[in-house]
């Protein structure tokens, strides 16, 4: 009986690989990978699926149907055969009930989380625009994961751990020297216009204090925006007072008050506590 079954799942897995993706599944893929390997990504194709990795993360985007085609961006993480399976079911329950948008599963084979989401594409431009959004959903609910893997192993409320305060939304603000806004949150930020972006964030604080939080402006050829002298790995440190009355915190602004300080293209604003990342803001200035 044993040896049967592992005949029938050889026979599925090549049934698997010799399925070919249909032409407008095919051509999806195609731009995809353009766009991608044009942003800068790393990309690779494994049988009828796409890999990309962005920021230090591996996703991988597998697709299927025709008109509209299907495509399901998957991320891997806390591979936890040597860890807390309890944990991580916790993990996975905790992103299921609180980011509706992703799927959260463990893989029982190398008992891994397994973080996706589920999108049909139309065009070209509906193929870019949903890869940037859903992998930055997954980018976000990555973040969560190591948190709360973190808070479920130490059995401990997330106030008395090491970063004892949640974010769940950050504003981006174009701003001069004096905190005027120049551009209205929300609104497209024009190169020319710009000067210093400030961001404020959306928050729940655990446990009241003194905080000093770590930014990075990240640019758009990976860089980190800082003084040329500065040996921090942070463009600059925010010392931020938080209450449990408050749920928004201006973090400061980096820029000059030249205008057109930024040129165009795809930034993102990486925060830190004790060195440990704790949110990924990212914004597009045109």
Known sequence: MKKTLIIMLLLLISSM?????????????????????????ITNYEGDALTIRRDTLDYAVVFGGENPVYIEIRLYDLNISDKNPESIAKTANYINLHRSAVKASIL?????????????????????????????????????????????????????LRIPFEVYSADIANVDINDVILTDIGSDIMSSDTQFINTSLAMIVYEEGEYQIGIKFITPDGKVS?????????????????????TSYITGGWGSQNPGTWGPGNYRIEYYYKDKPFYIKRFEIK
């Open 17 to 41: 690989t010799m399925a070919q993706l249909s032409p407008g599944a095919e051509g999806v893929r195609k731009k995809m990978a353009e766009y991608a390997r044009s942003e800068g990504m």
């Open 108 to 160: 029982p084979i190398n008992q891994t989380l397994r973080l996706s989401v589920e999108s049909f594409v139309n065009d070209a431009q509906s193929v870019i625009n949903t890869l940037k959004k859903n992998m930055d959903i997954l980018a976000e609910a990555w973040l969560i994961s190591r948190l709360k893997y973190d808070e479920f192993v130490e059995n401990q409320p997330f106030a008395s």
């Open 226 to 246: 800082k003084a040329e002298d500065d040996g921090s790995p942070y463009s600059f440190v925010s010392t931020i007072k938080m209450t449990q009355q408050q």
